[in-house]
């Protein structure tokens, strides 16, 4: 009888552990699942938020007298409709006039929906807002709908898409903004939105600026490219020197229709120019 009562114990003790097992499993299942969330809702609501300005110095020995010093702002890839609305834009305007910018370029992908009269009229005071001593400039992306001219334009934008235009500035001495070639006797500033597109470019530019990656929007290695469009492959993120010409790829500030970012805030570039 002593061995049957031994036999009973054991195996209540075994089903105890077993028990046991099972939530702790589940239990671990269920924090996983819970963290997994908690990073989605950050991806989605927090880091697609605020605003991180990336501070470069261009030194070139060409550059104008004039123009030494000269602070050049460029944002890019707006997709105004999925995480950025009027809101947004109006800090995102506020945090660029902070900076008090001489040049402001915008390198596309403006709006990614179709808007009513009141907010593209929202956008365009907003966009008009944005302040800067010498000009402000923006080319078109691959999103962009016909929407584009009309807000740009009537936001004090030049629109230079496919097109160039002279820039002065308390001299005689022009700098060339363009969106196709260079003007050799002058410094040059190329706008693009597809970074990958430099390489078909054959003259050397003093300064390149660039959109469209958003940096892949989930900056973890290897992943982050699984997310890169085509056109943004190869050149992506920060600087690169192309045959002599400095490239710099802006991270964005909005989202595609996968509204997610990761280690990967939104942000604005400061470039001074400078001759040493």
């Not at 009973?8 to 097992?21: C, L, R, Y």
């Not at 944002?75 to 910018?101: A, Q």
């Not at 016909?146 to 030049?158: K, Q, R, V």
């Not at 235009?165 to 363009?178: C, E, Q, R």
Request: glycine share 6%.
């Amino acid at each position: 009888m002593d061995i049957k009562i031994d036999n009973i114990e054991d195996e209540k003790e075994t089903q105890v552990q077993k028990i046991f097992k099972w939530k702790k499993f589940f239990s671990i299942i269920l924090s996983i699942i819970f963290c997994l969330f908690l990073i989605i809702i950050y991806c989605r609501f927090k880091a697609t938020t605020g605003l991180k300005v990336y501070e470069y110095k261009v030194t070139d020995s060409s550059l104008p007298d004039s123009f030494h010093g000269v602070k050049v702002v460029q944002f890019s890839d707006l997709y105004y409709g999925n995480t950025v609305d009027i809101r947004y834009l109006k800090e995102i305007v506020s945090s660029i006039n902070k900076l008090k910018p001489d040049i402001v370029v915008f390198t596309g992908d403006l709006i990614s929906i179709n808007v009513d009269d009141e907010t593209k009229n929202q956008i365009i005071e907003s966009l008009g807002s944005i302040n800067s001593s010498i000009g402000k400039y923006a080319i078109k992306g691959d999103s962009d709908n016909d929407l584009f001219d009309g807000i740009i334009n009537s936001s004090g934008f030049i629109n230079l898409t496919n097109t160039s235009v002279n820039a002065f500035y308390k001299g005689d001495i022009p700098i060339n903004i363009s969106n196709q070639d260079i003007q050799s006797d002058l410094f040059n500033i190329l706008l693009i939105h597809e970074p990958d597109s430099i390489d078909s470019f054959e003259n050397k530019f003093n300064l390149v600026l660039s959109g469209h990656s958003l940096n892949g929007q989930i900056n973890i290695p290897i992943i982050k490219k699984l997310f890169l469009k085509n056109g943004s492959k190869k050149y992506y993120n920060g600087y690169y020197n192309i045959n002599g010409s400095p490239l710099y790829v802006s991270n964005g500030i909005g989202t595609t229709n996968f509204k997610y970012r990761l280690f990967n805030k939104p942000s604005v570039s400061l470039y001074r120019l400078t001759k040493y």
